[in-house]
């Protein structure tokens, strides 16, 4: 064997180990999933080493991939795109092209990246919407809001809170043409967590008059209190979303000090004054037998108070929509829940089922036993697709 034989071997060897992810045997399509899943790794290795030479933060760093994966607002035969601004807040307008002798229906989106990541402008959030428009002749608008790192809670939920509320104003609707009871919102992962926030408030906002319809929630991230849930240690390393970045998300949506994100992977963050909140993310209560398994659940103990005081957001119901008490819950309107079983966010999304169900909420529960975090935007995939049509067809009879 040559020299250069010997090297593409070993280099062969280690692209194949690189690319190579371990995969459940009901995935779908596993080659193409590893090399999706490769690109994404990729970047991640580059923005941690460029954070662990001190050059910038990880999310920072994945930023600059960003617009390799946005596409400009353009308008098709189907649907008219612009952009404009709801209160300050930019927004990305669908409104479907063919006449409509009656007001339309009316989709607010909220897209995902861990409140550190994304836009309305991507292109998988951009088919998304004009799919969504021109088979429910419905008006969508995709908003944006500022990110964290440089832009820590509150201000991403007041963003789309904000850009909301201007949206529900009657001159605002009567404009873009739309019915004023047949308005929802929806979200995913991030973007789920803000969807269901604010339909919490809005709910209980006085000053707002009209109400949304419903709400749909793609596998959302809903509560910062326990990161020992099973799914968190079924999917510690999976795929996508594995628990050390899903935890590193939470810690800079509240803050850059990255001793929460310590504290939270210890399970010493919540306070002693704030351990009755355990209550509303206690899985073994929550969480159907089918998603318990053999799993023992570990009361959380309570840890020091000084990071609640420095940094409360992480026990605000705002940013942790699951830690609501059940007189929130109480009059939310019917709720649409997608959760995947390879993703450690599935059972914040389960449990917040359950809840909702106790508070009397309608609620259609879509979990994909074959399904993992992201899986509805992946590019014609079979199981996006799948997903897809369900969650699309839900609004169509529920909208």
Request: net charge neutral.
């Amino acid at each position: 064997m040559g020299r250069k034989t010997g090297v593409l071997l070993i280099v062969g060897v280690f692209l194949a180990y690189y690319i190579y992810t371990p995969l459940p045997d009901n995935i779908e399509e596993p080659w193409r999933l590893m090399f999706f899943n490769t690109l994404l790794k990729s970047m991640t290795h580059l923005a941690t080493f460029a954070e662990v030479l001190g050059i910038s933060n990880l999310f920072d760093t994945m930023k600059l991939f960003s617009p390799f994966d946005e596409v400009p607002p353009t308008s098709d035969e189907n649907v008219t795109v612009t952009e404009t601004t709801f209160n300050n807040v930019p927004v990305r307008v669908y409104v479907p092209r063919r006449k409509s002798e009656t007001l339309r229906r009316a989709l607010f989106y909220i897209h995902g990246g861990g409140w550190c990541l994304g836009s309305a402008a991507m292109v998988n959030y951009d088919n998304l919407s004009r799919l969504t428009a021109h088979r429910l002749d419905a008006v969508v608008i995709s908003t944006n809001y500022r990110l964290a790192p440089k832009y820590n809670f509150p201000i991403p939920f007041e963003d789309v809170y904000n850009s909301l509320k201007w949206f529900l104003q009657q001159d605002i609707l009567e404009k873009y043409g739309v019915h004023p009871e047949r308005i929802g919102v929806s979200g995913d992962s991030a973007g789920g967590n803000l969807a269901a926030a604010v339909t919490q408030q809005l709910l209980h906002d006085p000053n707002i008059k009209i109400k949304l319809k419903v709400q749909a929630l793609i596998y959302p991230a809903l509560q910062t209190l326990d990161m020992d849930l099973p799914s968190y240690r079924e999917n510690a390393f999976s795929f996508f979303l594995p628990k050390w970045i899903m935890v590193r998300f939470w810690s800079e949506y509240i803050t850059t000090d990255r001793s929460l994100e310590k504290a939270m992977l210890s399970k010493q963050h919540v306070p002693v004054e704030a351990s009755h909140l355990f209550n509303f993310v206690n899985w073994s209560s929550l969480l159907p037998e089918k998603f318990k398994k053999s799993h023992f659940y570990n009361s959380p103990t309570a840890g020091p108070s000084q990071l609640a005081k420095k940094y409360p957001g992480f026990l605000d119901v705002r940013a942790a929509p699951l830690l609501a008490d059940d007189s929130k819950l109480r009059g939310l309107p019917p709720t649409y829940v997608l959760t995947c079983q390879y993703d450690v966010l599935r059972d914040d999304g389960v449990m917040y089922v359950t809840r909702l169900k106790n508070a009397g909420v309608q609620v259609t529960h879509n979990h994909a036993d074959d399904g993992f975090h992201g899986a509805l935007y992946l590019p014609n995939f079979k199981i996006g697709e799948r997903l897809k049509n369900h969650y699309i067809n839900w609004l169509s009879e529920n909208l």
